[in-house]
């Protein structure tokens, strides 16, 4: 009976670090929220982030905002996307995209689109931050707008 619950302690300690294993960085970037008190995550070339998103006149507005480290930061790039939710079986799928760079430390761009009314709206931003050719990448989201 001993020799049981040993090996089930056992079995619990390897579910659980195997589980660990397969974390990866890509992993931890995609469930990091910039301004999570709960998580917190040191960038060596990132110092902060900003994402949003509103509705004027039916024109969204997107906002990305990136702010890197002077003498470090060598390009920034900004994958960012207007979202639209389509439904529990699609999910959100992309409405407009735009891809903005720089060889400056930091990167401001707002960006607009018509839309759709009766739907809800996003705004999604891929950082990418580069010192040389190392990069961070982080991932926000403005919040949900509905039209």
């Known amino acids: 009976m001993r020799l049981k619950k040993i090996a089930a302690v ?6 659980f670090f195997s589980g660990i294993a397969n974390i990866s960085a890509a992993d931890i970037n995609d469930i990091a929220e910039a301004d999570s008190p709960l998580f917190s995550v ?8 900003t994402t949003n998103f509103r509705v004027a006149d039916g024109v ?4 990305a905002s990136v702010d890197g480290y002077e003498g ?5 790039k900004i994958y960012s996307y207007i979202q639209r939710y389509a439904g ?10 735009w891809i903005d760079s720089t060889t ?10 018509t839309l759709i009314k009766g739907c809800d709206y ?10 040389g ?14 039209y």
């Open 10 to 15: 056992l079995t619990g300690i390897i579910t």
């Open 72 to 76: 470090k930061v060598t390009q920034i």
């Open 104 to 113: 400056n430390y930091f990167l401001d761009v707002t960006h607009r689109s």
């Open 60 to 63: 969204g507005i997107g906002l």
């Open 88 to 97: 529990s079986k699609d999910g959100w799928v992309n409405y407009d995209n």
């Open 133 to 146: 050719s190392d990069y961070e990448r982080l991932i926000d989201y403005g919040p949900t707008v509905s």
């Open 122 to 131: 996003r705004f999604k931003a891929v950082y990418y931050v580069y010192s």
């Open 42 to 49: 040191f960038l060596s070339y990132t110092s902060s982030t």
